[in-house]
């Protein structure tokens, strides 16, 4: 069985982006909802801070809307990569 990368890209991009936006916003609502995750995030992503922010939930979408999509990318052609060296009759596409 065939992965599509681009659509895997996609999906990837749409959950890690929402997730971190629907925390986002719900730390602005509740300031204590979601700061150790916050933090952990901010960690990883160059300028993106857990402050309750609307600035800084916006700059944490944008990473994980970048970072599901080339995540999900590279998953799904790694997938097939896999798949079709295990089955030679799966053939790699992208």
Known sequence: MKLSAKALAIVTAALWGGCLLVVGMANL?????????????????????????????LIGTIWG??????????FGWLY???????????????
Not at 31 to 45: C, E, I, K, Q, T
């Open 80 to 94: 097939n990569l896999v798949a079709g060296r295990m089955n030679p009759s799966v053939r790699e596409t992208v």
């Open 65 to 74: 809307i970048a970072d599901g999509a080339v995540g999900g990318f590279l």
């Open 29 to 57: 609502i509740f300031p204590s909802y979601g700061v150790d995750f916050l933090r952990a995030v901010s960690s990883v992503y160059v300028g993106y801070d857990a402050a309750p922010r609307v600035g800084s939930v």
